[in-house]
C-alpha cells in the first residue's frame, strides 16, 4: 500500500474533539483581528473584482500596504463588506513580484488556501480547504510547477470518501477509496501507465492489472453545447406557468446515471418546487438519446450526473 507522505495528510481523517475545534475557532478569530487592526498601514489602492488597479470610484476591494519582516505586506479588504479575505507578500510596494507567504479567507473566516511565493511563483507547500475546514488539496511547487498533488474528496458526513496523490518526477499515481463509514474499499498504484488495482469486499482482496490512466467523464454525444440545445428544444419552459406556480426564479436540480452502455437510467429529482418543474426536467433527461459513458482507467464504468434548470416566472 502507498504512504501518503505526513505533510500532505488531511488533518480530518482522524476525529477531532470538541475542544481541538474550540480552540481553532477560538485562534482563527484571534489572529484575523490582530492582523486588522494591528497594524498601521502606510499606502491604499483600489482594484476591481479582478483584483486589477483601478480608480478609487470604481474600486470593488481596497488594499491597505506596510512593511513587514523585509517585505511588503498587503492585506485585501472587500469596500462593502470590509472583511479582509486575503493577505500577500510582494518585494516592495510596487506589487509587482509576490514574495514570500499568502493566504486567503472564506467569507465565515476560516482559511481557504495558503502556501508561499519565490520570486513570482508559487513554492513548496501551498493548500486549499473548504469553508467547513476540510482539506480539498495539497500541493508541491517548484519554480511554479506543481510536482507532487494530493486531492481529497468527502462524503456527506465528513469522512474521506477517496484521496489521490500524483507525483510528476516520479510518474506515479495513487488513489485510495472508502465507504461512507470510513471503510477501505479500494487502491490504485500506477508507474507510469501500468497499475494494480486492489478492491476490498468483506475481507476478500481482489487484484486486477490495469494499462492505461485514462479518465473520461461521461459526456453528451456533440459535447455540452449539443446538451444545451437539446434541453432548450425539448423543454417545455411554461410548465410551472401552466400550473400557476407563483413567480420567482426557481433552479430545478436532477440527477441521473450514465451507464456503461450510454443509457440514463435513476433519474431523481433532487429539489421540490413543484408545479410540474422537477417532473418536466425528468421527462426530457428519460427520453433522451444515450450519452457517451465515463471512462476510468480505460474502461467504461456507470456515473452520476447532476442537471441544473431554471425556471422564471413573471407576474401574471
Known amino acids: 500500500m502507498f504512504t501518503l507522505p505526513a505533510y500532505l495528510i488531511h488533518p480530518n481523517m482522524q476525529a477531532q474533539s470538541f475542544i481541538k475545534k474550540l480552540l481553532f475557532a477560538f485562534l482563527t478569530s484571534f489572529c484575523l483581528l490582530h492582523i486588522c487592526i ?11 473584482k479582478d483584483l486589477a488597479v483601478t480608480k478609487e470610484r470604481d474600486a470593488i476591494v481596497i488594499g491597505k500596504g506596510f512593511k513587514e519582516e523585509g517585505l511588503y505586506r498587503l492585506d485585501y479588504f472587500g469596500r462593502q463588506e470590509g472583511e479582509l479575505f486575503l493577505f500577500a507578500h510582494f518585494i516592495d510596494s510596487s506589487l509587482k513580484l509576490l514574495q514570500g507567504p499568502s493566504t486567503r479567507f472564506h467569507k465565515n473566516g476560516r482559511v481557504e488556501n495558503q502556501g508561499n511565493f519565490l520570486n513570482d511563483q508559487k513554492d513548496g507547500l ?9 482539506k480539498k488539496d495539497s500541493a508541491i511547487y517548484q519554480h511554479g510547477k506543481a510536482i507532487r498533488v494530493a486531492v481529497f474528496k468527502y462524503n456527506k458526513n465528513g469522512m474521506v470518501n477517496y484521496y489521490s496523490l ?27 501507465q501500468l497499475g494494480i488495482l486492489k478492491t476490498y469486499d468483506s475481507g476478500t482482496v481482489k487484484l486486477d492489472s490495469l494499462y492505461t490512466r485514462e479518465e473520461r467523464e461521461a459526456a453528451f454525444v456533440g459535447g455540452q453545447a449539443a446538451w444545451i440545445r437539446y434541453l ?5 419552459a411554461n410548465t410551472p406557468v401552466n400550473n400557476r406556480s407563483p413567480r420567482g426564479k426557481f ?6 446515471i450514465v451507464a456503461k452502455d450510454g443509457s440514463i437510467s435513476e433519474v ?14 425528468v421527462r426530457i433527461i428519460k427520453n433522451g438519446p444515450k450519452w457517451e459513458p465515463a471512462v476510468q482507467y480505460g474502461r467504461k464504468v456507470n456515473a452520476y450526473r447532476r442537471q441544473p434548470v431554471t425556471f422564471i416566472v413573471e407576474p401574471y
Open 251 to 256: 433552479q430545478v436540480m436532477v440527477k441521473f
Open 126 to 134: 501551498w493548500q486549499s480547504w473548504d469553508n467547513k475546514g476540510l
Open 232 to 236: 432548450q428544444k425539448n423543454l417545455n
Open 268 to 281: 431523481i429529482p433532487q429539489t421540490k418546487f413543484g408545479y410540474g418543474m422537477e417532473d418536466e426536467v
Open 38 to 48: 494591528g497594524q498601521t498601514y502606510t499606502h491604499i489602492y483600489y482594484f476591481d
Open 166 to 192: 500524483k507525483d510528476s518526477l516520479a510518474d506515479t499515481f495513487t488513489t485510495i477509496s472508502y465507504n461512507d463509514k470510513g471503510i477501505l474499499t479500494s487502491e490504485v498504484f500506477f508507474k507510469g
